[in-house]
């Protein structure tokens, strides 16, 4: 079944949920980009076909759709959604292969939707905040689940095949030398850590963990034996 199937069907049952979350019909058709009456039409449930009654009838991917039009209400969007992400996600979760792999498709959904959750409510925070440390702190909670989700949408892509992980074009050398430079930047923050105030120490610590992190994810690189320089 194409993408385009699934596009119309989560359409139709966004539509429905935007209207019982207190969407008047016009934003919601607006946000949608379809008609007033076409809105009218999916909350009604006269429109949307088969597949829409099927995804409605998955608790699992409704919980997700439900969660994705929270997130909507609580953000504000101003611009026309795009449900291609949802729909190919939920395309994924009934088309997958297997049981176990279908469940892994709905784990990262709803991960994905948890972490752009979080991101609107820290960005929220960070905007009522007077304070520029915890600004900051939020700040750097919402990009961080903003990055999850787009991580996460990318692991969604590649147990789909949609993309292809193509080898490293990079030697070993090249990234044990990357690794080194990240561990030499975390042990020079050992310095600072002691700062007095607990929000600078909690910055700090937070700046300490990425380089921890960075580190960790060269060492993964490098254990996917990445390709050798050519001898001469």
């Keep these: 079944m194409t993408l385009d199937r699934y596009i119309s069907a989560v359409r139709a049952v966004v539509a429905k949920e935007m209207v019982r979350r207190g969407f008047s ?3 919601a058709a607006r946000l949608l980009g379809v008609t007033a009456a076409a809105v009218s039409l ?6 949307g076909g088969e597949l829409a009654a099927k995804v409605e009838s998955d608790e699992r ?4 759709i439900r969660s994705y039009v929270d997130a909507i209400a609580e953000g504000g969007r101003s611009g026309v959604l795009d449900l291609t992400d ?3 996600a939920v395309k994924n979760a009934f088309e997958a292969p297997s049981r176990a792999k279908a469940d892994v498709t ?3 959904m709803e991960r994905i939707k948890l972490e752009q959750e979080t991101a609107v409510r820290s960005m929220a925070l960070a905007y009522r905040s007077a304070n520029p440390l915890a600004r900051s702190l939020f700040m750097q909670i919402a990009m961080d689940s903003m990055r999850h989700a787009e991580i996460l949408t990318t692991i969604l892509d590649y147990l789909a095949g949609r993309i292809k992980a193509d080898e490293i074009a990079l030697t070993e050398e090249e990234l044990r030398a990357v690794s080194e430079e990240e561990r030499g930047m975390r042990e020079s923050l050992a310095a600072l850590s002691g700062a007095e105030d607990p929000l600078v120490r909690a910055l700090i610590k937070s700046i300490e963990f990425d380089e921890l992190k960075h580190y960790e994810l060269v060492k ?3 254990a996917v034996k990445p390709k ?5």
Excluded at 42 to 47: E, F, H, I, N, V
Excluded at 228 to 232: E, K
């Design 86 to 88: 949802l729909a190919q």
């Design 61 to 64: 991917i409704m919980s997700i």
């Design 228 to 232: 050798r320089p050519r001898s001469s």
């Design 220 to 222: 993964a690189l490098i």
């Design 42 to 47: 999916y909350a009604s449930g006269k429109r």
């Design 25 to 27: 019909v016009n934003e």
């Design 106 to 108: 709905l784990l990262i």
